[in-house]
């Protein structure tokens, strides 16, 4: 293979490469931590979810999009794009003044994002060996655990001592170093050969996702799902992805190589990515809620509640990296799923008087469990591949994730506001979704009558246990799925570096 002349420093790169991936990773636990207070100021807790889903949306719209643009292009001018995209919305985000104005700069972000995760992990699976990447990537996983730390202590921070906006503009001098480590230190071969871009199948796959995650986003409450809009929507959707997949068969150069999917243990990998998905937004987007409105905990404990899960996620990354090589992807996999069951059974058991440390307990077990998945997933894949059609597997891989949050949003925000409007209406409480806020922060808590703030608690409480039930029911699943993955240690066939 033809190389520029240029070696590439490793560690520099590894480094630039982890502090791109924390840039993205500390943004979500800042976000995530502040949000009660965010939605307290601004208002509108109804389009609490889309938040979110916008910047999901955008995200899971153009992740593969990005993966084969990066096998076309190289990895490093696609990753820059997508970084400084990603750091004009976070500025812009900061200047928000409604909610609505908060959701579309989302949406910038999300378009910027979608390139940030996978297009990073694309280039350490090019410049480490399989056997590397198995055990780099307890180095990797270890940024969502010093994110997981830092995100709730800074977005505490400057919630308690200065205002939410700054929450979006702490990590834009971190993307801009990182932009300029890779310029620097990552030197990529040589492209050999002219490769035609799939704008039909990339246009198809856009429109057709944009319709289907949008239904399902606001399916319920800016319409019905049984109205023409809804069914509108859902066929157009459907319809243009099965147009999708019929002229991807037949492209040269596929947006989405179907072909890789034929292998069962990238099958059931990519769909295990889509139900654990699904879990770590459940628990991502209501677990501060949870302990804020119902628990009566300030926004930091909140923010330490959900860090276990991610402190739990490189623990167990770092030792998955070890037990792939010598046990094999099924049983780590397993072991993962098993967690997830556990850690969903107890949000099941959770109650307000269940205090902060068992949500951290549950949070802790989910994270062992995304750790022990995500980990013997993406080096196996990376592994089966070459070269030339990792930047796609690894999307296709990140996609099937990013799926799983924007329909576990869509789904849970549904199931919540559902439960919550049909508690309110049993109860005779004249309260309205909005009204939520009011339990969020100590300050309009204590506007609330004793007999108001315990049935508007009660039914927040009974509604979020309806959204770990369904928790429990995708990790239930993704340990079914998991199942059928072929048993064996063979991780690999392929081993092409840069």
């Not at 985000?93 to 999300?110: D, V, Y």
């Not at 480590?181 to 040589?190: I, K, S, T, V, Y």
């Not at 107890?346 to 077990?365: D, R």
Request: glycine share 10%; hydrophobic share 50%; net charge neutral.
């Amino acid at each position: 293979m033809s190389q520029n002349k240029k070696t590439t420093n490793r560690p520099l790169v590894l480094i630039s490469v982890m502090l791109a991936m924390f840039v993205s990773a500390v943004e979500a636990t800042i976000v995530t931590t502040a949000m009660p207070v965010i939605a307290s100021d601004l208002g509108g807790f109804s389009r609490y979810s889309w938040i979110f889903s916008s910047y999901l949306l955008m995200s899971t719209v153009t992740v593969l999009i990005y993966g084969k643009l990066a096998d076309i292009y190289g990895r490093k001018p696609v990753l820059f794009f997508g970084l400084t995209v990603f750091l004009i919305g976070s500025v812009l985000c900061g200047f928000a003044t409604s909610m609505e104005m908060l959701i579309f700069f989302r949406l910038i972000q999300g378009l910027g994002a979608g390139a940030v995760m996978p297009i990073a992990t694309t280039i350490i699976g090019d410049v480490y060996s399989t056997e590397e990447r198995a055990k780099i990537q307890g180095y990797l996983a270890s940024v969502w655990g010093v994110s997981a730390v830092l995100g709730p202590v800074i977005g505490g921070t400057i919630v308690q001592f200065l205002s939410w906006e700054y929450i979006f503009w702490v990590n834009v001098p971190l993307g801009i170093i990182a932009i300029l480590g890779l310029a620097r230190f990552l030197h990529e071969p040589e492209r050999e050969k002219k490769v035609s871009i799939d704008y039909k199948g990339a246009t198809l796959l856009t429109v057709s996702l944009s319709a289907i995650l949008f239904w399902l986003v606001e399916g319920g409450q800016s319409f019905s799902r049984l109205s023409v809009i809804s069914v509108s929507l859902i066929s157009v959707g459907i319809g243009l992805f099965i147009l999708f997949i019929f002229v991807e068969r037949s492209a040269n150069d596929p947006m989405m190589p179907f072909s890789i999917w034929k292998n069962p243990v990238i099958l059931y990998a990519n769909l295990v990515s889509f139900t654990t998905g699904v879990i770590i937004i459940g628990i991502s987007a209501y677990l501060p809620t949870f302990v804020t409105g119902v628990m009566e905990q300030p926004a930091i404990i909140a923010g330490f509640a959900l860090t276990a899960m991610s402190i739990g996620w490189p623990i167990a990354s770092s030792f998955a990296g070890h037990l792939l090589v010598r046990f094999g992807t099924f049983s780590v996999s397993f072991a993962g799923t098993i967690s997830l069951v556990l850690g969903a059974s107890l949000f099941v058991l959770m109650n307000a008087s269940s205090g902060p440390l068992w949500a951290a307990t549950a949070s802790f077990f989910i994270g062992v469990g995304m750790g022990l998945t995500s980990t013997s997933f993406i080096v196996t894949i990376q592994g089966a591949v070459p070269r030339e059609k990792r930047g796609s597997a690894t999307a296709a891989n990140m996609f099937m994730r990013n799926f799983g949050n924007t329909f576990g949003v869509a789904l849970f925000g549904a199931i919540l506001n559902a439960s919550l409007m049909n508690g309110f209406s049993e109860k005779g409480l004249n309260f309205s979704l909005d009204d939520v806020n009011l339990l969020l922060t100590a300050e309009k808590r204590e506007s609330l009558g004793q007999e108001q703030l315990l049935a508007l608690q009660n039914t927040l409480d009974i509604s979020l246990q309806w959204v770990y039930l369904g928790v429990a029911f995708f990790a239930v699943l993704s340990l079914l799925l998991v199942l059928r993955i072929p048993r064996g240690k063979e991780l690999y066939n392929v081993d092409d570096r840069t």
